[in-house]
């Protein structure tokens, strides 16, 4: 039997930050990036590396939310996973430690459902492709990456779902959270609505042999059918 399972927040202590007043706080309680605290190019330091943004934690899983996290995946066999943050409006897949995508079919596969979502809801304005090549910076240790290359889920992908680019540096609750009516209900009418064709996507484009007589406007005709 097929089904879902969403996590709705993983990084509770975090958010009781936020929800106290600190607004740009992202760690969780024990000062750590979950998103830096898996085993895909552990602990690397760029050079402009900064330990209170990208604290990847003492050691590998360190941080009971990731432990949690990884083994939640190997409890199921998962065909789609989605790491859902906001900063920007973006469509994600691997990879976040690299600047490149994956190879071959599967990686394909990964871009076209990306271009279809971006396309059938968002008016091709989402950036999409890797994390490191779409946001210019490398992250070592992140979610997706490890769920792509170590649990091989064939579509792994981390969704920027908002960001106000125009909102003051200094302002941190405008810059990832929808602050009116209307752009709430878009935002959340849009990114409900992608998961919905993802998953009516994701079940056709598993049965794919190959991609060649398969576009953008074929898959947004199965999707609006189905």
Known sequence: MDYNIVVPVENLNGRKKV???DLCE???GRGVDLNRNWSVDWGKKEKDFDPYEENPGTALFSEPEAQLMRKLSMSFDPHIWVNVHSGMEAL???FDHKNTTPTGL???KM???LETLNHLHYGDCCAVGSGCGSVGYLAHGTTTDYMYDVVRVPMSFTFEIYGDEKASSRDYFK???PVDHSTFNRVLNEWSATFFSMFNLGAH???LQHLTPIKVDQLISIVTTI
């Open 111 to 113: 871009k076209l459902m």
């Open 175 to 177: 810059m990832f959270n």
């Open 26 to 28: 992202k760690r969780n």
């Open 205 to 207: 484009q598993m049965n």
């Open 92 to 94: 994600f897949m691997p």
């Open 19 to 21: 929800e106290a007043g």
């Open 106 to 108: 599967q990686s394909q």
